[in-house]
């Protein structure tokens, strides 16, 4: 029923121009609080290890004293 309707059309355009703004070219396409990003198909153990960077990268700035709330770092 959700596909059939416009009920979230004005968010998917707007996440489609967030995307083109950043050159995202193909899917799948993973963006990690806005700053982070995974392109294509990967494979899980990449997928894995690129969230643990992720991880370690949060944790350096948190022990630096930023802060990180919903909306980011």
Known sequence: AVLDSTEFAEEVRADE????????TGVPFFLIDDRFAIPGAQSAETMLLTLQQVQAKIDAELAEGQSCDIDGC
């Open 17 to 24: 121009g967030t995307a083109r703004q950043i050159g995202v």
